[in-house]
């Protein structure tokens, strides 16, 4: 006999749990839409995001509002120190020298990451009541709540920027022909950092959604 209650868990489950992914998903989408080149660093991004909050929070006692922000800050300022130094000598070089870049950080970070943290698991707690909310036969995490909700929000924040937006219609152009765009007048270098900078922001949000979901570890 079928069960709809145990399918409507199954379904809501997994939209929620993609919606989360999505706001990890979203790193790869800005430096794509700029660069036309793909982030394989992106979930390393995510994981030096959450290894930040959790430093901040549960190692040096920081309320949760102040980690959050300043794990925020430090992915900004992480993603524009690696535009500059590493991938703005290989603009107008081919893609793939962007993306052996980014796989090569991939595999520092996933070297240092443990050996600067630990490889222990470190919990992190979002300032939101553990008890689920229940629907019928369904029982919602308020943790998976809140990712899908910051997903959402973010999704059409970006579809709109990348859309309507000067900034983002020039940043589209970058990733379409960076040399084009620099003799059209676009600061290519501009765009590179703000792509980088901006998937810094959503790297931060999605290690603090899934650390506090599943725990920071490398």
Same mark, same amino acid.
């Given at each position: ?9 199954? @379904? ?7 919606? !989360? ?5 979203? =790193?790869?989408?800005? #430096? ?11 979930? +390393?991004?995510? !994981?030096?995001?959450?290894?930040? @909050?959790? /430093?901040?929070?549960?190692?040096? /006692? ?15 300022? %992480? ?6 130094? #590493? ?10 020298? #962007?993306? !052996?870049?980014? *796989? /090569? $950080?991939?595999?520092?970070?996933? =070297? @240092? =990451?443990? $050996? *600067?943290?630990?490889? +222990? ?9 553990? +008890? ?10 308020? @943790?998976? $709540? ?7 929000? %973010? ?18 152009? #970058? ?8 003799? !059209?007048?676009?600061?290519? +270098? ?20 899934? =650390?506090?979901?599943? /725990?920071?570890?490398?």
């Amino acid at each position: 006999m079928f069960d709809w209650g145990f399918t409507l868990v199954l @379904v809501t489950n997994g939209l929620l749990i993609g919606l !989360m992914y999505s706001l990890i998903a979203l =790193g790869f989408v800005l #430096v794509y839409k700029a660069t036309d080149a793909i982030n394989f660093a992106q979930g +390393e991004f995510v !994981m030096l995001a959450g290894f930040l @909050v959790a /430093g901040l929070i549960v190692l040096a /006692g920081a309320p949760f509002w102040v980690g959050a922000i300043a794990a925020i800050a430090g992915m900004v300022a %992480f993603g524009f120190g690696l535009e500059r130094v #590493v991938l703005r000598p290989l603009i107008g070089r081919p893609i793939i020298a #962007v993306i !052996m870049a980014t *796989i /090569g $950080l991939a595999a520092v970070l996933r =070297g @240092v =990451g443990p $050996l *600067i943290f630990g490889a +222990e698991t470190r919990a992190l707690s979002l300032p939101i009541s553990d +008890e689920p909310i229940v629907l019928g036969p369904i029982s919602l995490p308020p @943790v998976q $709540l809140v990712g899908a909700a910051l997903s959402l929000a %973010f999704l059409a924040g970006f579809g709109w920027f990348f859309l309507k937006s000067r900034m983002g219609v020039a940043m589209r152009a #970058v990733a379409d022909n960076q040399q084009v765009a620099m003799a !059209m007048g676009i600061h290519v +270098e501009r765009y590179f950092a703000i792509a980088w900078g901006l998937a810094g922001i959503v790297s931060a949000l999605g290690g603090i959604a899934w =650390g506090a979901l599943l /725990g920071v570890r490398w």
